[in-house]
Nanobody, 127 residues
Framework: QVQLVESGGGLVQAGGSLRLSCAAS????????MGWFRQASGKEREFVAA????????YYADSVKGRFTISRDNAKNTVYLQMNSLKPEDTAVYYC????????????????????WGQGTQVTVSS
């Protein structure tokens, strides 16, 4: 089994920055990718960013491109989401997820293709 633990959420003013972390433990072997999704109140969960652990290739939703950066620390089995220039519409619960297997873009943007999820961390951006 794989366990994912997120941290780093909080309250920030518009224009500010936050960095989320997601530490993976357990049977994290082979080729896998990690992604970040978010769910705002009353809305469906949506893709934010993903990274292939093997190649380091990154993918972003258009709404965060240029403002958010996903990165990884292989030694720590940790993925980060650096969020800059935050907007009130970024307010949501942010979840990290892990997928074992292929890491094509059209697979990684779909939440149903991830087998493991963290508990979520709240990000609130005030205007």
């Amino acid at each position: 089994q794989v366990q994912l633990v997120e941290s780093g959420g909080g309250l920030v003013q518009a224009g500010g920055s936050l960095r989320l972390s997601c530490a993976a433990s357990g049977r994290t072997f082979g080729s896998y990718s990690m992604g970040w999704f978010r769910q705002a109140s009353g809305k469906e969960r949506e893709f934010v960013a993903a990274i292939s652990w093997r190649t380091g290739t990154t993918y972003y939703a258009d709404s965060v491109k240029g403002r958010f950066t996903i990165s990884r620390d292989n030694a720590k089995n940790t993925v980060y989401l650096q969020m800059n220039s935050l907007k009130p519409e970024d307010t949501a619960v942010y979840y990290c997820a892990l997928r074992q297997g292929s890491s094509y873009y059209y697979i990684l943007i779909v939440e149903g293709n991830y087998g493991y999820w963290g508990q979520g961390t709240q990000v609130t951006v005030s205007s």
